[in-house]
Structures are given as C-alpha cells and as structure tokens.
C-alpha cells in the first residue's frame, strides 16, 4: 500500500516540478474534501446463501503451503524490493506469466501477451550543461542554482514580482507597475496571494494566475523563484534530494497531462548566496527578503538596476524505462455474462531498496504486497481448474502502486478489456500480517487478528456489493470483517491509498482487502517468515468464494451510491 502522501510535501515538490505536474498534484490532492455518501443501511445479510461443495472445493485449492512458498520467493532479496521499475519487478512479472501460462489462462495485455506494457520517461537536469551568469559571475548548479526539469534559457534585466499570484476576482495583481516583457521575474515561493487560501485555489477561486504562469503571460522570458525559507536554509539537503532523486513517470501521463498546460518558462532556485548577489544594493538586500519571507510578507514589486542582467541555461535529459502490468482473463461460461467481469488484483511491486535499518537496505515487500501478488496467483490457479463461471475474470497484477496507484490508473484509463463491463474489483493489498495475542506494540496496534480483515469500500458505492461480500462470508469461514476504514474521516484516507481507487473513481464497485497498518509496514522487516500463512489461505479463500459468487449472480451489482469525486 501506497505511503500517505501529505499536502506539505506536495508544496514542497511543487518549487522543483513543472507546471504539469504540479497540475496533477493539486488535482490528486483536491480529492481530499470527497464526500462519501454515508453508508446508512448496513446491508442486511439475507439468511440463506448456498456455497456449493464444487466451489467450496475449488476455494481449498488455496493453500497455506502454496502461498508460503510463491511469497518467499517473490518476496527474496533476489527481487531485491521490486521497485518499478527494475529487474526484480520484471522478473517477478515473468514468474507471474509463466504460472499463468502453464494454468492455460487467456493474456489479455499488450498484443496477446500477458502484458501490459507502460513507457516511463524520467527527465534528469544535465548539471554539466546548466549554469547562470551574472555581470561576468558564474553560478553554478547544485552549489549555488537548482533549477526545474523544463529545458530552455533565459536572459534579460531581473524584475521582482513578490507573491507572483494574479487574482483579479480578488484584486490581487502582484505585477502591478513593472513591466516583465522580455525581462526575468524573481518571485518569492514563500508567499501565499493574499486574500486567498492556497487550498481554495482551483476550487473556490477559479481565476487565479499562478507565479509562472502570470508572468510568462506577460512576456517574461525566465523565472527566478527565490524558494521557502525552510528550502533555504537547508539547501544542502534539498540539493542532494534533487540531485539524486530519479525522476521516472508514466509516458503517457506527462504526454497528456503536458496537453492542457503550457509550457512552463525556465525556472532556476538560487541559493542564499546568489540571493545575496542578485540584490546587492537593491532596495531590499537578500537578507531582508529572506526575513520577509518567513513573515509572509514580499512587498510590492521592482526592477533591479537596469546594469544587472542575468543569463540561465536549463538542460535536461530524457532515458525512458519500459514496466508492466500483468493481465489474464478466464473466460466466463454464459454466452452473454462472459462479456461481464469480475476484476481481481493486487500490486506487485514495493518500494525496491533504501534507506539500511539494522544494516539491511533491501525492503522485502512480503505483506506489501507480496502476500496480495500470490493471492491472487493461487486465486487465478484455482478458477482455471474449474468449475468455470458464468461471467469473466479479469486478474490484474498492477505496477508501481507504490509510485502513486500508476498501474491501476493506466490500466483504467488504458483498458485492455471494456472498462463499463467490469461490474467489481476486488483489491487485496496487504493480507499476511496478524496480531498475535499480547501484542503490546503500539505500532500494531490497528493491525487484524488471525481470523479478521479490514474490508474497505465495499458497502460505499453499492449496498448489493456490501450485503452479497457479508452473506457469502457468513456462510463460508464467518471471518470478522471489520469496516473501521469505511469512514469519510479517516485520517489514513486508506481509501485512497491502493489500486482499487483508480476503479472507484470510473464508477466501479470495489472491495479492498487490508490487514493493517504494523510495525514493518514499509520496513526492510517485511520478511515472508512474519507472514500468517493461515490467515492468508482465509481471506484469500473468502476472496474466491465472493468473486465467485459475484461471477455467477443474475445481476451485476448496482451502484445506488456513487462516489462524489471531483474531476479530474
Ligand atoms: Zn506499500
């Protein structure tokens, strides 16, 4: 399961990115004031429900000892954390096939093969090929200017614009009485527009001019943005994080996501030094700007002296990197259902190797998601062999979940099988992990016992979904389905932090599986030898009874809640 990601950190991200992607970020983050339609009726379990004894059967194919020995093996160091993308992704990827392959299961990825191939593209300042130059004075990069990935150069005399925002609605203009034209604007990153909170911007306020964009609208030629205080004053920090940060994203996003924004003007961050330098013997010194900022405070805007002329080059480079997603299907046996799927997945990446911890650097991923990779493997497995039912299953093994939910997003937004006949998706993402009695980690503290799972989303959407998942658990094991995550308020916004989301947000009714947060959640220590085998085997079992069940209902779950998600 994806980290919680913070609006802090997306200001943060957002000095150093293009517009593009700052774009995206602020759209991802304007999901947070969703309102859930409370679920009110919790859904009453009709009493009887028959599982027959040839399904039951083919649930038992799941086994413990099955699933202990896949997760150990995709989850060795040999894999070495599956990071997306890298050689042990591609490998587990390659297991995944060759088992599906030999279960006779149909690819439904790329050109009638198991996968789904997703172009990455990771753009990389060329620091020997970016510099400034002041009046004869060389900067350099890394020491003295970071800079955002937007290739270009820029020259001309300095304006300094404050905040940088335009907010006509708000008679904010921070441009007002200087002229930008052909000219570079210095803009302070510190300073929110007055008058306007940075969380109504795009939502409430609909006319606002953010700083690069205002000032490339009015003809400037480059932008100095001078960063937050915080930035500065750890420069060395921020610079080794920009400097060795990869920058990979999905091809195909940027492509798109590049359509509907300009192209950014080229942006450098200068650093206290050459803050100092570029407003030596202007009417406020760096110092005074660098006060300013903490106090929120800019002041109105200036030229510099006309004799200053600043000259920048930005220079990128593309590589690209090719990952996967992995699809299979088992054609339904109803001449009409079959065209209707039951969509089962996981993620079968983590975070790959970083930061040692007791002297171990390579994050196993052996909960995360390791024990959903092999679930849904055994799961597919088992459906092979029989009794085959009346709608399709679709089984995607989902990448780079890990990055932000990238392989569910590109395989909803690029379906290989028509998205509108997927009538559910059941997510598992995290399933190994049990309290044991007498727990008192604190860390552990809201993970699930042996014979319990968090079941999130699934009375959200449809109250058909939500009572069909409790009846064929009540008359199969009778697990402790626990809906604790089921609540709008959630401060973990568990919701919103694994690939089921991506099938939430095109109206699809989801269950998500989940077995808490524990002390190795994203930890080189989740190992395979912490894992429940038992529990595993349980909840996996339940998984293919409900889809089963779901599969073969007369009538595909009605969604009579939908989720009101803003757009994107
Ligand atoms: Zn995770």
Same mark, same amino acid.
């Given at each position: 399961?994806?980290?919680?990601?913070?609006?802090?950190?997306?200001?943060?991200?957002?000095?150093?990115?293009?517009?593009?992607?700052?774009?995206?970020?602020?759209?991802?983050?304007?999901?947070?004031?969703?309102?859930?339609?409370?679920?009110?009726? $919790?859904?009453?379990?009709?009493?009887?429900?028959?599982?027959?004894?040839?399904?039951?059967?083919?649930?038992?194919?799941?086994?413990?000892?099955?699933?202990?020995?896949?997760?150990?093996?995709?989850?060795?160091?040999?894999?070495?954390?599956?990071?997306?993308?890298?050689?042990?992704?591609?490998?587990?990827?390659?297991?995944?096939?060759?088992?599906?392959?030999?279960?006779?299961?149909?690819?439904?990825?790329?050109?009638?093969?198991?996968?789904?191939?997703?172009?990455?593209?990771?753009? /990389?300042?060329?620091?020997?090929?970016?510099?400034?130059?002041?009046?004869? /004075?060389?900067?350099?990069?890394?020491? !003295?200017?970071?800079?955002?990935?937007?290739?270009?150069?820029?020259?001309?005399?300095?304006?300094?614009?404050?905040?940088?925002?335009?907010?006509?609605?708000?008679?904010?203009?921070?441009?007002?009485?200087?002229?930008?034209?052909?000219?570079?604007? #210095? #803009?302070?990153?510190?300073?929110?527009?007055?008058?306007? $909170?940075?969380?109504?911007?795009? /939502?409430?306020?609909?006319?606002?001019?953010?700083?690069?964009?205002?000032?490339?609208?009015?003809?400037?030629?480059?932008?100095?943005?001078?960063?937050?205080?915080?930035?500065?004053?750890?420069?060395?920090?921020?610079?080794?994080?920009?400097?060795?940060?990869?920058?990979?994203?999905?091809?195909?996003?940027?492509?798109?996501?590049?359509?509907?924004?300009?192209?950014?003007?080229?942006? #450098?961050?200068?650093?206290? $030094?050459?803050?100092?330098?570029?407003?030596?013997?202007?009417?406020?010194?760096?110092?005074?700007?660098?006060?300013?900022?903490?106090?929120?405070?800019?002041?109105?805007?200036? !030229?510099?002296?006309?004799?200053?002329?600043?000259?920048?080059?930005?220079?990128?480079?593309?590589?690209?990197?090719?990952?996967?997603?992995?699809?299979?299907?088992?054609?339904?046996?109803?001449?009409?259902?079959?065209?209707?799927?039951?969509?089962?997945?996981?993620?079968?990446?983590?975070?790959?190797?970083?930061?040692?911890?007791?002297?171990?650097?390579?994050?196993?991923?052996?909960?995360?998601?390791?024990?959903?990779?092999?679930?849904?493997?055994?799961?597919?497995?088992?459906?092979?062999?029989?009794?085959?039912?009346?709608?399709?299953?679709?089984?995607?093994?989902?990448?780079?979940?890990?990055?932000?939910?990238?392989?569910?997003?590109?395989?909803?937004?690029?379906?290989?099988?028509?998205?509108?006949?997927?009538?559910?998706?059941?997510?598992?993402?995290?399933?190994?992990?049990?309290?044991?009695?007498?727990?008192?980690?604190?860390?552990?503290?809201?993970?699930?016992?042996?014979?319990?799972?968090?079941?999130?989303?699934?009375?959200?959407?449809?109250?058909?979904?939500?009572?069909?998942?409790?009846?064929?658990?009540?008359?199969?094991?009778?697990?402790?389905?626990?809906?604790?995550?089921?609540?709008?308020?959630?401060?973990?916004?568990?919701?919103?932090?694994?690939?089921?989301?991506?099938?939430?947000?095109?109206?699809?009714?989801?269950?998500?599986?989940?077995?808490?947060?524990?002390?190795?959640?994203?930890?080189?220590?989740?190992?395979?030898?912490?894992?429940?085998?038992?529990?595993?085997?349980?909840?996996?079992?339940?998984?293919?009874?409900?889809?089963?069940?779901?599969?073969?209902?007369?009538?595909?779950?009605?969604?009579?809640?939908?989720?009101?998600?803003?757009?994107?």
């Amino acid at each position: 399961m994806k980290r919680l990601s913070l609006l802090g950190l997306v200001l943060t991200a957002a000095l150093v990115l293009p517009t593009a992607t700052i774009g995206a970020r602020v759209r991802t983050t304007r999901l947070s004031t969703v309102a859930f339609s409370p679920a009110t009726t $919790a859904a009453k379990a009709s009493a009887s429900s028959v599982i027959t004894a040839a399904v039951r059967e083919a649930a038992e194919r799941v086994t413990a000892a099955r699933l202990k020995e896949d997760l150990y093996y995709i989850s060795s160091d040999a894999m070495a954390g599956r990071a997306t993308p890298s050689p042990g992704l591609d490998a587990t990827a390659k297991f995944i096939a060759d088992r599906l392959k030999a279960a006779k299961l149909k690819p439904a990825g790329d050109d009638g093969t198991y996968f789904q191939r997703i172009e990455l593209r990771s753009i /990389k300042v060329d620091g020997s090929q970016t510099s400034a130059e002041m009046n004869g /004075k060389t900067f350099k990069y890394g020491d !003295d200017l970071l800079v955002a990935p937007t290739p270009g150069s820029a020259s001309g005399q300095l304006v300094y614009a404050g905040h940088g925002w335009v907010i006509k609605s708000k008679n904010v203009d921070a441009y007002q009485g200087v002229d930008v034209r052909n000219k570079i604007v #210095i #803009i302070s990153a510190a300073a929110a527009p007055p008058n306007a $909170a940075p969380t109504e911007i795009g /939502k409430v306020i609909q006319d606002a001019e953010s700083p690069v964009s205002a000032a490339q609208k009015r003809g400037a030629k480059g932008v100095v943005m001078i960063p937050r205080y915080p930035d500065l004053a750890q420069w060395w920090a921020g610079r080794r994080r920009v400097l060795e940060r990869d920058r990979f994203g999905v091809a195909r996003f940027q492509d798109r996501d590049a359509g509907d924004t300009p192209s950014a003007l080229p942006t #450098i961050m200068p650093s206290e $030094a050459m803050l100092d330098q570029l407003f030596a013997g202007e009417q406020q010194g760096g110092a005074e700007l660098r006060r300013n900022t903490v106090a929120g405070t800019t002041g109105p805007a200036f !030229d510099l002296a006309a004799t200053k002329s600043l000259s920048f080059k930005v220079s990128v480079a593309n590589t690209t990197a090719i990952t996967q997603n992995v699809v299979a299907v088992l054609e339904g046996k109803d001449r009409e259902l079959k065209k209707e799927y039951v969509a089962i997945g996981a993620h079968y990446d983590h975070v790959g190797t970083g930061r040692p911890i007791n002297g171990d650097a390579i994050y196993n991923g052996a909960d995360d998601d390791g024990s959903g990779t092999v679930a849904v493997l055994s799961l597919a497995e088992a459906f092979a062999r029989g009794p085959r039912p009346k709608r399709s299953i679709l089984f995607v093994w989902h990448a780079a979940e890990e990055r932000g939910l990238w392989g569910s997003e590109y395989f909803t937004d690029y379906p290989t099988v028509p998205l509108n006949q997927v009538v559910a998706q059941l997510n598992i993402d995290m399933i190994g992990r049990s309290r044991k009695e007498g727990d008192a980690n604190p860390k552990n503290r809201g993970l699930t016992g042996p014979d319990e799972i968090y079941v999130i989303g699934s009375k959200l959407m449809s109250t058909e979904l939500g009572s069909l998942s409790e009846r064929v658990n009540q008359s199969y094991l009778n697990l402790k389905l626990n809906y604790f995550y089921d609540n709008p308020n959630d401060s973990e916004r568990l919701f919103y932090r694994s690939d089921h989301y991506n099938y939430a947000r095109k109206g699809i009714p989801i269950i998500f599986y989940f077995d808490g947060i524990h002390e190795d959640y994203h930890q080189p220590s989740d190992t395979a030898d912490k894992i429940d085998y038992q529990k595993m085997e349980k909840v996996a079992r339940t998984v293919f009874v409900t889809a089963y069940e779901l599969s073969d209902a007369a009538k595909r779950p009605t969604v009579d809640k939908p989720l009101q998600m803003p757009e994107r």
